[in-house]
């Protein structure tokens, strides 16, 4: 199209350089950056130590449960942790008050009182009234014992070691094709139904703000010329599918920039964040760190076409998104007609994402790695087959086919509003419905 090139460049370095989005592309790039290199590290160091080390040397026991005559050894209970109470002295006692006295003679002892209560086990941690322990050194003890006192019961179940370790074996489960040969299964299946259930929010979240920010800009640059009386001069010298057209990809554009150095600064903060955090602690366990680590195990389920294909897709989503804009744009005579101009991208993203959720897109009675409808669908394929991308579910062909279809898309949609910004360029008077515009642009030549 004659023009298309010098409308984009033109509105794309003019967008760029605008104070406004030079300062919000910094501002938010630099938080991205530093906030997490600086939050992560901060909240490593002024935590609570989980692994405090209790001063508790003697434990003085009372059975109430009546369930077995047979002597347990408390003593397994060195062995559960190779890292704490690995040097407890304990003792048996017959009743709360002769264990009572006894640990006040002691200067780190403390009472421990095991009741059997209705199919359920009632450990509870005396602290006596002369000590020198406090109560986080009981409190450590106490935490401790709610995972380790399982030993106590296999002691009391007087089951052989064979049986005792058939019971503590792990099991794990795994859903696959009764054709597929167990060693030749997928070995991130669990992974992938796990993203699948997360990534299409993230996909629809990251969309969404995407398409409120960047919407509302497409339809002022739409408008821009009928408020400054240069639309007759436009309309000469560029066709109106080429003006729209460039506006269109330019916003696209320099919204997809925005955001791709905004991700750039996250990726950056908290790679930072990472590093500073175990400077504080080497052995950190928080819990972000072991998810980013966990992840990084598994990134060999996604291949490089997958990846640049998914973010092709959603650059093509905001595109399609701000064509519609533009209609709203090419309509609306002035700015305050945009309020109800630019209703209808907002409606199409609503309707698309309850026809995802409701309609089998991302629900839980479709198998997460099926390829459904709504992938050859412009306005809910953005936000189902990303994912699906992604994870492999769409093979190269599918996923560049309905990538195809959303961009084919984006541009009649465009060269419709197009056409509208021509028709309402003489136009004057109230904003026509939607049936009285049908029929101007079919009365149009």
């Given amino acids: 199209m004659r023009g298309l090139g010098k409308i984009f460049s033109f509105t794309f370095v003019q ?25 992560m590290p901060a909240v490593e160091y002024f935590k609570e130590d989980d692994t405090y080390e209790s001063k508790l040397a003697k434990v003085y026991v009372i059975e109430q449960d009546g369930r077995t005559d047979e002597k347990i050894d408390y003593g397994v209970l060195n062995r559960v942790d190779a890292e704490r109470f690995t040097d407890v002295a304990y003792e048996m006692a017959g009743s709360v008050e002769e264990a009572a006295k006894k640990a006040e003679e002691d200067d780190y002892s403390a009472v421990l009182v095991v009741d059997y209560q209705e199919n359920s086990y009632q450990l509870d941690v005396l602290l006596p009234d002369k000590t020198k322990l406090n109560k986080k050194d009981v409190n450590a003890y106490e935490t401790f014992l709610s995972g380790a006192f399982r030993s106590i019961l296999i002691q009391k179940s007087n089951l052989e070691v064979t049986q005792i370790a058939e019971l503590t074996m792990p099991i794990e489960t795994q859903v696959r094709d009764s054709s597929t040969p167990a060693d030749e299964s997928d070995e991130y299946a669990s992974a992938k139904k796990v993203m699948a259930s997360l990534l299409p929010y993230l996909n629809i979240m990251v969309l969404y703000f995407m398409i409120l920010a960047y919407g509302q800009g497409t339809a002022n640059n739409a408008i821009m010329e009928k408020t400054s009386k240069l639309m007759d001069l436009f309309l000469v010298t560029v066709k109106p599918g ?86 709203g744009g090419a309509i609306a005579e002035k700015p305050e007609d945009l309020s109800s101009t630019n209703m209808l991208f907002i409606m199409v993203l609503l309707i698309s994402f309850f026809a995802t959720m409701f309609a089998g897109g991302a629900g839980a009675d479709v198998p997460w790695d099926a390829v459904t409808w709504q992938v050859w669908v412009p306005f809910t394929s953005i936000l189902v087959a990303p994912t699906k991308i992604l994870l492999g579910v769409m093979s190269i062909p599918e996923a560049v086919c309905s990538l195809g279809i959303v961009i084919l898309t984006a541009t009649v949609i465009t060269m419709i509003a197009g056409r509208i910004y021509k028709m309402m360029s003489l136009y004057k008077g109230n904003l026509p419905s939607p049936k009285k515009m049908i029929e101007m642009l079919r009365n149009q030549r």
């Fill in 15 to 39: 967008h760029v350089k605008r104070k406004g989005y030079l300062n919000v592309t910094i501002i938010i790039a630099f938080l991205c950056l530093l906030l997490p290199a600086a939050i």
């Fill in 242 to 327: 080429a003006m729209l057209l460039g506006k269109v990809f330019a916003t696209a554009a320099s919204g997809i920039l925005q955001i791709f150095v905004w991700i750039g600064g996250l990726f950056g903060g908290f790679a930072l964040g990472i590093h500073f955090t175990k400077m504080v602690n080497p052995k950190t366990d928080m819990a972000l760190i072991q998810l980013v680590e966990t992840f990084g195990e598994f990134s060999g389920m996604f291949t490089a076409s997958g990846v640049i294909l998914s973010l092709l897709m959603l650059a093509a989503g905001l595109l399609l998104y701000c064509s519609l804009a533009a209609i």
